[in-house]
Structure formats: structure tokens, C-alpha cells
């Protein structure tokens, strides 16, 4: 695993590539959502009121969409200059800047969704196993996690390029990227999860396609309608 030096580097990378987009505008309001979590409006709905974390927010996007429609949002990400970005737009917004690789700085059952929008795929396998099961702690039983991770499809944004680390998770030009097929879905989420929804799709992002899994799954309670399986 990484050393602080390997994390302050990648961190430093994020922030280099957040400050060029939002010297480019992409910090202005609006950044160009593209209104995926509708597909979970009514289980969001269900949970209004509850604590919504958005895990590696990035500028916003997903942020902008839960506070639209009145969430109570904490913006989370890996980068100063993206998180201020986010802020600007929404005086009073309460953010935490954060490494996913570490406890997450919530309470148990603290939140009734968790986020994590093309913010899993960058980790080795055990720490993505570790910080899935930190966000199953942090939800309330029944709460939803809502997730999009890289594709091995997804070939415009790096799949199959580089230095392969372990099966679908590469190193290339400085950053680390794991590329998910159905059985590496398998392998992060666990039978403690009951799958709502799990489909690979094709969306345009930075003028090219990109290639996806979009996955909602449910942490099991006493009230769970059905048993906890594997992601198959």
C-alpha cells in the first residue's frame, strides 16, 4: 500500500487537475449534471430528512442535484481547491475534506444514503473491501449506498493501459485506476448487500464515452424485503 508521501502526491494531482477544470469555468453553477440519481428518486424521497453523504463529490454535480431538491448534503472529497469550488456555490453547505482510505468521520447509522459517484476505482482491493465496509457502518440499517465505478469498457478513459497491479487496477501517467467487470463487483460488495440495481452503461463525460457500472445497494435491516446475495 502507499506511504504519506505516495497519498500527499496523488493528492496534490487531484488538486492540480480540479484548479485547471475550475480555471476553465467548471466551478461555475450548474457544472453539468446529467440527473442519474433520478433513477433512485423515490427511495431518495423516502429518506429525506436523513443525512446524505456525497463520497468524492468533486465539483458538485451530484451535490447540486440532492440540494435542489431540499437533502441534507455533506460534501465530502479528497481536495481542497474542489471542495471550495462546491462551497462557493452554496454558502453554508457543510463539507469535509477527507481520504476515503480512512475511517470515515462519522458516526454509526449517522446517514441514511451514501453517494459515491466514480470515487470507488482508485484504490487496491482490500482498501476498496475497507472502505465499503466503512460506509455500511455509517448507514442507518436499510440505508443506500449509490455507486458508478470505471467499466473495463470504459477504453477512452484508460482501461487496460499501464502498469497492471492487480487484475483490472492500473497505474498509469500517475494515477491509480481499477476498471470493474461483473465478477470485480463480486468481489467488493459482499453478500451483507442486498443488490436494487446493477447495470454497465455507456455515458459522454469530457466530450468522450465512458463506460460504467451503476450500482444501488442496500445495507440489510429488520424490515429488508428480500435476502442479502451477491452482486451475480
Known amino acids: 500500500m502507499e506511504d504519506r508521501e505516495g497519498r500527499d502526491a496523488q493528492r496534490e494531482g487531484w488538486d492540480k487537475a480540479w484548479e485547471g477544470l475550475i480555471g476553465r469555468g467548471a466551478g461555475a453553477p450548474g457544472p453539468g449534471q446529467d440527473d442519474w440519481l433520478e433513477a433512485y428518486s423515490s427511495r431518495l424521497e423516502a429518506a429525506k430528512g436523513g443525512l446524505v453523504l456525497d463520497l468524492g463529490c468533486g465539483l458538485g454535480n451530484d451535490t447540486d442535484w440532492l440540494l435542489e431538491r431540499g437533502h441534507r448534503v455533506v460534501a465530502c472529497d479528497y481536495s481542497r481547491p474542489a471542495l471550495e469550488a462546491v462551497a462557493r456555490r452554496h454558502p453554508g453547505l457543510e463539507t469535509r475534506c477527507l481520504d476515503l482510505r480512512d475511517e470515515l468521520p462519522f458516526g454509526d447509522a449517522s446517514a441514511a444514503i451514501a453517494i459515491a459517484d466514480l470515487s470507488l476505482h482508485y484504490f487496491f482491493l482490500e482498501e476498496t473491501r475497507r472502505i465499503v465496509a466503512g ?35 492500473f497505474f498509469h501517467e500517475g494515477c491509480y485506476k481499477r476498471f470493474f467487470s461483473r ?9 451483507d448487500w442486498i443488490e436494487i440495481a446493477g447495470s454497465e452503461k455507456s455515458i459522454h463525460r469530457f466530450g468522450q464515452e465512458k463506460w460504467l457500472w451503476e450500482v444501488a445497494l442496500e445495507k440489510p435491516g429488520p424490515s429488508s424485503v428480500c435476502k442479502a446475495r451477491n452482486m451475480g
Request: aromatic share 4%; charged share 20%; glycine share 14%.
Open 135 to 169: 460506509i455500511s457502518r455509517v448507514l442507518v440499517p436499510q440505508g443506500l449506498l449509490l455507486c458508478r465505478v470505471n467499466s473495463t469498457k470504459d477504453v477512452n478513459h484508460g482501461a487496460g493501459r499501464g502498469l497492471e497491479l492487480e487484475p483490472g487496477f
Open 183 to 191: 465478477a470485480g463487483l463480486e468481489a467488493v460488495f459482499s453478500k
